[in-house]
């Protein structure tokens, strides 16, 4: 029960508590993880497929976090929650006879200096080029992670996201589940288009401050038609930057989701409506943005690099102000 009311209290081994507080840094801030923070858990005892199986949990509690508060899942009414549970999250039992986010209808309030707000930028961060990723990467299965290896940058081409794919080389079952959700929220399989796909990638990356896939959601949506001050303006300005109509609902949406998913409320949803999106595509965008938000969760968690080989435009780069590079174009 400590685990779920304040984990610091709770009568855990210390390897527990690195774990934690790990997975706590990650979801919080991860634009503030660095390389010792991985090392911190091998001084525990965690090897490097315990690291990423570590971070993909906590990617996967952020990307389900995500999905449910945007879009205002309810507790089950007849479920026998305990009084400690419900405190913990600010939850009255009172509240399971009728609902908790369904009577919200606005998002009264919003602390703008929220801890959990992220606001370390600058080119330092996570993901800077410095190297692949903070584990190694030699599958155990090669010739089946080859396979899904190629697939996911087949899918992410021109300009796929490769290291972040290689990353996963100790766990090639995950980045299968990755792929395969991946293909329905993203990758020009979600029915958004690439345009609104690259858009939401950015403005989440953008917001979390991951440079990594920022750039490669830079880069998408350049290649998508974007001219690099818009790219740069949605950076600067993840809610809308320089867009307009609904692009900038969907941008706005996808920003205060990523930012602060607790906060939201049947209005952010009723205003995607007013833009002219029916709920399949609102269940697609909510699921693109926590997807995005997972994709950021493991480039962070793991150090992922940007790739030495690959061409990118200065846009992208400047963006998030990493330094122009030999062949960009």
Known sequence: MAVATDWRKARLQEADHAMLEFGEKLTLLPSAVEEKDAG???????????ILSIVLAAAYRNFITRL??????????????????????????????????????????RDEGSPLVPTARGPAAPGDGRGMCWIRTASPERRRFAQVLGEWERLGAPSPMRNLGLAFGLRPEALEATLAFGRLVGMGGSGLGWRLEAIIGLVVAATLWVPYVGVHRAQALLEAGATSDEALALTQEPSGGKLGGPERDVARFAEQVARLPSAMARSDVEGLRESGFQDRDILTIASSVAFEAYLCCVAAGLGVGLEEDQTLAPGALDAFQLPARAGSR
């Not at 911190?40 to 315990?50: A, P, S």
């Not at 508060?69 to 600010?90: M, N, P, W």
Request: aromatic share 8%; charged share 30%.
């Open 40 to 50: 911190t858990l091998r001084q525990h005892g965690f090897k490097d497929r315990d």
């Open 68 to 109: 449910a508060d945007s879009l205002g899942v309810e507790l089950k009414r007849d479920h026998a929650y305990t009084r400690e549970i419900l405190g913990a999250f600010g939850v009255n039992e009172s509240e399971l006879g009728t609902t908790i986010y369904g009577e919200r209808q606005a998002a009264g309030g």
